[in-house]
């Protein structure tokens, strides 16, 4: 038990530490109580769809010529804002960077953006998907030493 | 050509004066002359050919020749040549004469029948190596004129041929006759010989004089010096060995020649340049050698001129020196010119070195702006996962933990606030000196800053200590500056004040000055500067504020925050207000005050071991208080306390008058007694937490009972907030002042509010009354709730009954998600629409209390719905809203407050980017305040404070 938390505790601290997530995280933590206990994994996994909806519209959209980059900043506006709202600190900053690449209506640095943004938000939902893995082992083995208890 | 000449020459009788008559005569003679009186000698020192008698007048001759050297060689040239052609003609005269003697001696030789012929020799004067003079053409009369040879004398030699026999008396007569011929014709040859003697020594005679020739020479030197320097601005002249003026020639002479003959220069002018000239020209004399200087005069005389003067010395023959000549030419304007042109291309390089100093500067400025910002940057990129670190702390302490933990966690998150608060701090003091941070003009209430300040300070107080408050009556109501960043002043000083105070008291004081001195000198133009920067319509709030008094209360609420002024407006004027943090502490020692305010700066290195602290709040204080245009000054006394002293200048709005709200307000106060102290309550105290938690006010129109009910107890209304937490501080909570129950510890009570569920309450709570401070800690959310809640329960139940409405527009669901979690927490549930068109038909349909407004949304942005909404709020109809394209919807009938109303609903934006650029678009649209994203309970707390009160 112990066990687990500790490694719940360094991995989250990981992540904080190496700036996937940020104080925004750390506030939806804070809105999860008794009456909304998964609240946190409910807003992730919203924004795993959303975030993958928009990734593949992103990416048909730089195939299009011409490419539209209105709409791709729109794009990755929705999803800077997204990122921004659930912590995703790395996310949100390839989402700005990304928007600069719009703006300049550069297609090379928005085509390098856009797999920097899929390979940071692949991590990132990797390495959330490991956290609420721990959680929930916490969890059953809590509820468990509670049934036993 | 020379013929003439010579013609002219003889017509001449009497050489004039060799200067013309019509120059001279009187005043500023051009040629000032020094007449000869006892220098006659000098006649005999020429050497003049006594022979030579002449009417020509000697004296201008000698004179310019006079005692110089190079007079002398001409003059001796010219001797030279009349000398030789008196020679010659002497010569040829003496030859003929003795040709004559010769023809004559011939003649009888003749006679007695020796017959000899006779010849001249061609002489010719061949000198051809004469020395040049500058009137060496002059001389080529002489050769004209010199008879150099002779060749009209033909001397006939003829043999007397006789035709008689030898000896016989015819040939005797014959040859005697012819003889008497031959003697005859030698005589009358003889005769014409004669006669052409005399004829040429007449004409000698009547050859003119050397005197008159080398006068007209030199008239001739003259004239032509005359052409040249009419008009010449040019001062000739000529001073002796003393240095006094011998002659001078001044086209333009302001002078008798009587004050200038025979003086110095010295005796003649005054002035500066003067006397550099006289010793320039001394100079010349003693070195013998000649040279040129530029000297400025500055006289009586002829003003300020400047003369090119050339010098040179002037020897005798011996070679002694004896005086100088002296030419000066004007060359004022060119000298004036020269140094025009010499200002002109220093200021240019003057001009250059400036840009390349500004450039330095400006570049050193961009490196420093820089700098800063990377500092700015940094703490930024510092704070994120500095705050991780602290909130993971924060969710530890919630877990359960032993003692031993409890102790290692709390030591913990003290630091990691320290490092926060010290990472704000210097975000805050880079924002100041990059400019970055710009002031926000909006009206607050000073009673309710100061209040919620000690208040704040109060309950965290961990010191036996009285904080009280002093506002003075002319302190306005409502005053419009930037409350966050004076609450931040006032907060900073007396958080230091209490720091430092270890018994006694803690005070702030409040009052009214005059514009004070400094402001004279610039600084105003600051605070305008400041201030400028945004511009909103405060006139339309206060007409609603006069025309529509049933919804008074619920206007001055809106109208006090996040409106700001317009610069031009005239109802408006400003205020000078001083505010004293005054405290019985250590005091600060005389010689630590000056560098007091710098940055990191404490008293000691004992005093930051002793005290904590960054070190950071006085300078950023001082920074803050001079942004806004104000001085930030400290008086003390070591071990008696010292006062921080700051003046601001606000704006005041005559249209809110206070009594306007004194007004409502009494209207009012049978509802809402708390809120209708803050704006004139004068006086506020809060007795050290052993005698209870109290909060004595009192305000001018207050009548001595009043005063006592408004002492609060403890946790008085909990009964309504925490129903099933603290029954037992309900029986607690109605008691009276001394009741030693209404002391409740406050971190016993934040412990208890540590469980989630018990914060939701909390919050809730909060929410609900609507009294709150900003202030995260949870110490300060219990103190505020129960402050609050004060003596009226039944009030609030009413109130709460009326859940404000809000509208959340955002068309990110992740957002929508978070921020409606977030709002639930708060105690609010709230309606979301997805674009700013929907937002505009969600208030056609009913009336909010807040709106939270995405900016960058499709269909519709933030900011243009934002302005449809303002139409309305000022028209009375939608016109500009359907010109959109958004169609009326009917109001809904379900809620209360349905039929459309003129009162100004908050819109707080918000917003992705937080920069000041896009916060002024906001307000332009007539939005009040802006919540950058994402989005946190904190903001939310804070804006839901502000604006649903």
């Known amino acids: 038990m112990d066990h687990l938390h500790r490694k719940l505790r360094d991995h989250e601290a990981a992540m904080f530490q190496q700036g996937y997530l940020d104080d925004q995280f750390s506030q939806l933590q804070k809105l999860q109580d008794d009456t909304s206990p998964d609240f946190v994994i409910e807003v992730m996994t919203m924004f795993f769809d959303d975030s993958e909806k928009l990734l593949n519209n992103m990416s048909r959209a730089l195939e299009q010529v011409p490419v539209n980059f209105k709409q791709i900043d729109a794009h990755a506006h929705q999803q800077k804002g997204s990122s921004a709202s659930v912590g995703a600190a790395r996310v949100k900053n390839v989402c700005g960077t990304f928007r600069n690449f719009c703006e300049a209506q550069n297609l090379e640095g928005c085509v390098r953006c856009l797999q920097q943004l899929q390979q940071e938000y692949s991590l990132l939902k990797n390495n959330l998907k490991y956290l609420f893995k721990l959680q929930q082992e916490i969890k059953t083995a809590g509820r468990s030493i509670h049934t036993r208890g | ?949």
């Open chain 2, 1 to 949: 050509m020379e013929k003439e000449c010579v013609e002219d020459i003889m017509e001449i009788e009497v050489l004039p004066s060799m200067w013309p008559e019509d120059i001279g005569a009187d005043v500023g003679k051009q040629f000032n002359i020094e007449k000869p009186g006892n220098d006659q000698d000098v006649l005999e020192e020429v050497s003049i050919i006594d022979e030579v008698t002449t009417i020509a007048d000697f004296k201008r001759l000698i004179e310019l020749t006079n005692f110089t050297e190079k007079g002398s060689s001409q003059l001796a040239y010219l001797m030279k040549h009349w000398e030789y052609k008196q020679a010659s003609v002497a010569r040829l005269l003496r030859e003929e004469l003795d040709n004559l003697n010769k023809q004559r001696q011939d003649v009888e030789l003749r006679k007695l029948e020796i017959l000899e012929e006779h010849r001249f020799e061609d002489e010719r004067y061949g000198g051809d190596k004469r020395p040049v003079s500058i009137l060496d053409d002059i001389y080529d009369i002489w050769q004209q004129d010199v008879p150099c040879r002779k060749s009209n004398v033909v001397v006939q030699n003829k043999r007397v041929e006789i035709d008689a026999e030898y000896d016989t008396v015819v040939y005797w007569k014959q040859r005697a006759m012819h003889l008497e011929k031959l003697l005859e014709a030698s005589i009358q040859r003889e005769e014409t010989l004669e006669q052409k003697l005399k004829e040429s020594i007449k004409n000698i005679e009547r050859q003119s004089s050397p005197v008159e020739e080398l006068s007209q020479i030199l008239k001739r030197a003259d004239n032509f010096l005359h052409f040249i320097l009419q008009n010449a601005p040019v001062v000739i002249g000529h001073q002796d060995k003393e240095l006094r003026y011998r002659f001078i020639y001044n086209h333009f002479p302001s002078l008798h020649e009587e004050d200038i003959i025979g003086k110095t220069d010295v005796e003649i002018f005054t002035g500066s340049g003067v006397k550099e000239n006289q010793d320039f020209k001394r100079e010349v004399l003693e070195k013998g050698l000649p040279a040129k200087r530029e000297i400025t005069f500055e006289t009586e005389l002829f003003g300020s001129k400047t003369f090119l003067i050339y010098v040179e010395p002037v020897f005798s023959k011996a070679g002694e020196t004896i005086g100088i000549n002296y030419m000066g030419m004007d060359v004022t304007d060119q000298v004036r010119k020269r140094e025009r042109m010499a200002k002109i291309r220093e200021e240019i390089a003057v001009q250059k070195a400036k840009e390349t100093e500004l450039n330095k500067t400006i570049h050193i400025t961009e490196e420093t702006m820089r700098a800063k910002q990377v500092l700015a940057t940094m703490s930024h990129e510092i704070r994120s996962p500095l705050s991780g670190v602290v909130s993971m702390a924060e969710i530890l302490s919630t877990t359960k933990l032993d003692k031993e933990q409890r102790q290692l966690l709390d030591v913990m998150l003290s630091s990691g606030d320290l490092v926060l608060q010290l990472i704000n701090d210097i975000l805050d003091l880079s924002k100041v000196e990059s400019g970055v941070m710009k002031l926000e003009a909006t009206k607050f209430r000073p009673r309710e800053v100061v209040k919620h300040v000690l208040q704040t300070a109060a309950a965290s107080l961990q010191k036996i200590l009285t904080i009280e408050g002093h506002v003075a009556d002319d302190v306005p109501i409502e005053v419009i500056g930037d409350v966050l960043r004076i609450r931040q002043i006032l907060t900073n000083l007396t958080s230091n004040a209490i720091k430092f105070t270890n018994e006694g008291k803690v005070g702030i004081n409040l009052y009214v000055v005059q514009e004070p001195s400094f402001t004279k000198s610039g600084s105003v133009q600051k605070i305008s500067s400041g201030y400028s920067t945004i511009s909103v319509n405060v006139v339309k709030e206060e007409r609603y504020g006069v025309n529509d008094e049933c919804i008074s209360l619920v206007k001055s609420e809106c109208s006090m925050n996040g409106d700001t002024e317009d610069q031009h407006h005239s109802n408006e004027t400003t205020v000078w207000i001083g505010c004293d943090v005054y405290d019985t502490g250590i005091g600060i020692p005389e010689n630590a005050i000056h560098s007091l305010f710098k940055r990191y700066m404490q008293v000691s290195v004992d005093h930051a071991r002793k005290y904590g602290g960054t070190g950071l709040g006085l300078a950023i204080c001082k920074q803050l208080v001079e942004l806004m245009g104000g001085r930030l000054t400290v008086s003390s006394k070591e071990q008696n306390g010292s006062t921080f002293t700051f003046i601001l200048p606000y704006k005041v709005s005559i249209a809110c008058d206070s009594s306007d709200y004194s007004d409502e307000f009494s209207d009012m106060e049978h509802n809402d007694a708390t809120s209708d102290d803050t704006t004139t309550e004068g006086f506020f105290q809060f007795q050290p937490p052993n005698l209870g938690h109290i909060v004595s006010s009192g305000g001018a129109n207050r009548t001595h009972n009043k005063l006592l009910s408004h002492k609060f107890c403890g946790f008085s209304e909990s009964s309504f907030s925490f129903p099933s937490t603290s029954n037992d501080n309900i029986s607690k909570g109605t008691c009276s002042v001394d009741d030693s129950s209404s002391l409740v510890d406050d971190s016993d009570m934040s412990e208890s509010a540590s469980s989630s569920s018990h914060k939701h309450h909390l919050y809730n709570a909060h929410a609900w009354f609507q009294n709150g401070i900003a202030d995260s800690s949870q110490h300060m959310v219990v103190n505020s709730t129960t402050q609050c809640a004060s003596s009226n329960s039944k009030s609030e139940v009413t109130k709460s009954i009326s859940k404000p409405k809000i509208l959340l527009v955002e068309d990110n669901k992740i957002n929508i998600m978070v921020t409606q979690s977030m709002m639930k927490q708060l105690g609010h549930n709230i309606d979301v629409v997805n674009n700013g068109a929907e937002a505009v038909r969600a208030v056609q349909r009913c009336t909010y209390d807040l709106v939270l407004m995405d900016v960058c949304m499709p269909i519709m942005d933030g900011l243009q719905a934002t302005k449809l909404i303002r139409s309305f709020e000022e028209t009375g109809n939608w016109d500009a809203a359907k010109n959109a394209g958004i169609e009326q919807s009917l109001p809904n009938r379900d809620y209360e407050y349905s039929a459309p109303s003129k009162k100004r609903v908050p819109i707080v934006a918000m917003t992705a980017n937080a920069l000041s650029e896009s916060a002024e678009e906001c307000f332009a649209n007539g939005m009040d305040s802006f919540v950058s994203k994402p989005a946190s309970l904190r903001k939310l707390k804070e804006c839901i404070e502000q604006y649903l009160r």
